[in-house]
């Protein structure tokens, strides 16, 4: 069954870091690119970040532009979210996810998804 | 690219049709427009991509269409389960961006 699962959500204080991480398994994680979306309380979906599959090419939203860093470790299956300078409006679930088809085929939208993992950034 | 759904809060009975617009402020590449369907808790489904594929598992009560900056999701006959919030997204350009969502609530 593919699944992806986020963790590492957490309260921090603004100004403070926090790294989330995407665990996958049951696909070829080597051929999808991956994404980070998220989801203020009461707001909709706001698009963060890509990596593709080798990890040689990241995208990101302006608003976490300089702030954010994804990365990959393919042996692992995992991608990360390394957060720092976290203001109060990143406040959030965060979630990973998938595009129906590899990379090599044609582009969709996300069709696997993780549950989320909260992230509250508060003094 | 900014989406612009509309409207925001459709208000309709089970049995009736729902017809949600998705507009972009410029040409979406390739039609790559996805439509989420997404219940309180939950994280958000997909039902169409390509603007008028449905996805693996979908009801044949959804359906997209449209092109260029104008798309359009349909549910034929609206069944208790389907309502929630919708979403449409376009991944034809970076960064992709999402629509501010289309909540389809009883009447």
């Known amino acids: 069954q593919e699944q992806l699962a986020e963790s590492g959500g957490g309260l921090v204080k603004p100004g403070g870091s926090l790294r989330l991480s995407c665990t996958t398994s049951?696909?070829?994680?080597?051929?999808?690119?991956i994404n980070w979306i998220r989801q203020a309380p009461g707001k909709g979906l706001e698009w963060l970040s890509y990596?593709?599959?080798?990890?040689?090419?990241?995208f990101y939203a302006d608003s976490v532009k300089g702030r954010f860093t994804i990365s990959r470790d393919n042996a692992k299956n995992s991608v990360y979210l390394q957060m720092n300078s976290l203001k109060v409006e990143d406040t959030a679930v965060y979630y990973c996810?998938?595009?129906?088809?590899?990379?090599?085929?044609?582009?969709?939208?996300?069709?696997?998804w993780g549950q989320g993992t909260l992230v509250s950034v508060s003094s | 690219i900014v989406l612009t759904q509309s409207p925001g809060t459709l208000s309709l009975s089970p049995g009736e049709r729902a017809t949600l617009s998705c507009r972009a402020s410029?040409?979406?590449?390739?039609?790559?427009l996805a439509w989420y369907q997404q219940k309180p808790g939950q994280a958000p489904r997909l039902l169409i991509y390509?603007?008028?594929d449905r996805a693996p598992g979908i009801a044949d009560r959804f359906s997209g269409s449209g092109s260029g900056t104008d798309f359009t999701l349909t549910i034929s006959r609206l069944d208790p389960e389907d309502f929630a919030v919708y979403y449409c997204?376009?991944?034809?350009?970076?960064?992709?961006?999402f629509g501010q969502g289309t909540k389809v609530e009883i009447k």
């Open positions: 049951g696909f070829k994680f080597i051929d999808y690119y």
């Open positions: 410029q040409t979406i590449t390739s039609n790559y």
């Open positions: 390509g603007a008028s």
């Open positions: 990596i593709s599959p080798t990890g040689n090419a990241v």
């Open positions: 997204q376009q991944y034809g350009s970076s960064p992709r961006t």
């Open positions: 996810a998938r595009e129906l088809r590899p990379y090599y085929e044609f582009l969709t939208g996300y069709h696997v």
